[in-house]
Nanobody, 120 residues
Framework: QVQVVESGGRLVQAGGPLSLSCVVS????????IHWYRQTPGNQRELVAK???????NYLDPVKGRFTISRVNAKNTVYLQMNSLKPEDTATYYC??????????????WGQGTQVTVSS
């Protein structure tokens, strides 16, 4: 079983930085891509950033140049560094890890979410 735990969300002033962490744990699996999503009440979850096992990254257009996703494979940890935060970045942020087992089962595990609130 693969478990995902996010942390780092809090109240921050507009223009400030914030870093989120995502730790993936479990046994007998390898991780493919890891994603950060965000969701606000009444809206669909949207993909904010993604990093592949090879280190390739993709970003949602509104966060390009402000957010950076990075990955430490040895620690099964992914970080989302968010700079120049805006009130519209306020959301619950979720980490999702795509994994596969030695017997080639694949799946995606989600964290419980961490709340980021940006005050104006």
């Amino acid at each position: 079983q693969v478990q995902v735990v996010e942390s780092g969300g809090r109240l921050v002033q507009a223009g400030g930085p914030l870093s989120l962490s995502c730790v993936v744990s479990g046994s007998h699996f390898s991780i493919n891509a890891i994603h950060w999503y965000r969701q606000t009440p009444g809206n669909q979850r949207e993909l904010v950033a993604k990093v592949t096992s090879g280190g390739s990254t993709n970003y949602l257009d509104p966060v390009k140049g402000r957010f950076t996703i990075s990955r430490v494979n040895a620690k099964n940890t992914v970080y989302l560094q968010m700079n120049s935060l805006k009130p519209e970045d306020t959301a619950t942020y979720y980490c999702a890890a795509d994994w596969r087992t030695l017997v080639r089962e694949v799946g995606r595990s989600w964290g419980q979410g961490t709340q980021v609130t940006v005050s104006s």
